[in-house]
């Protein structure tokens, strides 16, 4: 296994979860670490993106300041802090890893390890 998600549950609108993501085997040297999300029907869309070196990290714009990301290094494990969730944030959200910098952060097709998805559902 290389990067495995968990933490997702079932919350009201307004409330938190923090998702998990910890890597093991060859995602451990990658330097992108992505998250995201695909609601029933739709598609996959991008969540926000953490540099391991500097910690730089920056979020899609319909999460903006609910969000954060952030990355521990001696548990090789990155978390997505969700805030104020709200129901169009259901979703299952995929943790994922790129092996190089730069490109297009926010494409899936970038990153070449993916875990197992854990769900979040938000009730209004």
């Known amino acids: 296994v290389q990067l495995q998600a968990f933490g997702g549950g079932l919350v009201q609108a307004g409330g938190s979860l923090r998702l998990s993501c910890a890597a093991s085997?060859?995602?451990?040297?990658?330097?992108?670490m992505g998250w995201f999300r695909q609601a029933p029907g739709r598609e996959r869309e991008f969540v926000g993106a953490?540099?391991?070196?500097?910690?730089?990290?920056y979020l899609a714009d319909s999460v903006k300041g609910r969000f954060t990301i952030s990355g521990d290094n001696a548990k090789n494990t990155v978390y997505l802090e969700m805030n104020r969730l709200k129901p169009e944030d259901t979703a299952v959200y995929y943790c994922?890893?790129?092996?190089?910098?730069?490109?297009?952060?926010?494409?899936?097709?970038?990153?070449?390890?993916w875990g197992q998805g854990t769900e979040v559902t938000v009730s209004s």
């Open positions: 953490m540099y391991w070196s500097g910690g730089s990290t």
């Open positions: 085997g060859r995602a451990l040297s990658t330097p992108v």
């Open positions: 994922a890893s790129k092996t190089y910098y730069g490109g297009t952060d926010n494409d899936g097709q970038m990153y070449a390890y």
